[in-house]
C-alpha cells in the first residue's frame, strides 16, 4: 500500500483549500473543486459540506479514484472509507484549522451528520 511521505503530510494538512477531481468511466480527470483538507495523524480527509448530494461527492463515491492537489502537491489517489472511531479527532482539526471561519460554516463540516460524508485521500502510485 502507498503512503503519503511527511513531506506530503505536512504541505497538504497545513494547505488552507484542497482541489479535487475524480475520475470519468473513460480515466479522464473532471474538473477540479476547492474544498477543505484536514490531517489526523497519517491520514487526510474531506468532507462534503453540502452533503450527500454534493456533485463532486457523488462523483468521487462513484469513481473510487481521482487526483487531489494542494500546498503545491499533486498525488493521484483513492476515495476510501474513514475507520469509525477517528471522525472526533476529523472534527477537533476542522475546527482547529477552520473555526476562525465561524461556527455557522465550521458547522457544515463537523458532528454526527456528516461524518458518514467523510473521504480518506489515500495516495495511489
Known amino acids: 500500500m502507498t503512503t503519503w511521505t511527511s513531506d506530503e503530510l505536512e504541505k497538504v494538512g497545513a494547505a488552507e483549500e484542497l482541489q479535487l477531481s475524480s475520475l470519468r468511466q473513460d480515466g479522464s480527470l473532471r474538473p477540479f473543486v476547492t474544498m ?4 489526523v495523524g497519517e491520514d487526510l480527509y ?3 459540506a453540502y452533503g450527500p448530494d454534493s456533485g463532486w461527492y457523488r462523483r ?4 473510487g479514484s481521482g487526483r487531489i492537489r494542494a500546498g ?3 498525488r ?3 476515495f476510501d472509507e474513514a475507520a469509525p472511531g ?3 479527532a476529523i472534527d477537533a482539526a476542522y475546527h482547529a484549522k477552520y473555526d476562525r471561519h465561524g461556527a455557522r460554516i465550521v458547522g457544515t463540516v463537523v458532528g454526527d451528520a456528516v461524518a458518514e460524508l467523510t473521504i480518506r485521500l489515500v495516495p495511489r502510485d
Open 36 to 39: 477543505w483538507v484536514v490531517r
Open 46 to 48: 474531506v468532507r462534503s
Open 60 to 63: 468521487a463515491k462513484a469513481s
Open 72 to 74: 503545491g502537491v499533486e
Open 76 to 78: 493521484d489517489v483513492t
Open 86 to 88: 477517528v471522525h472526533p
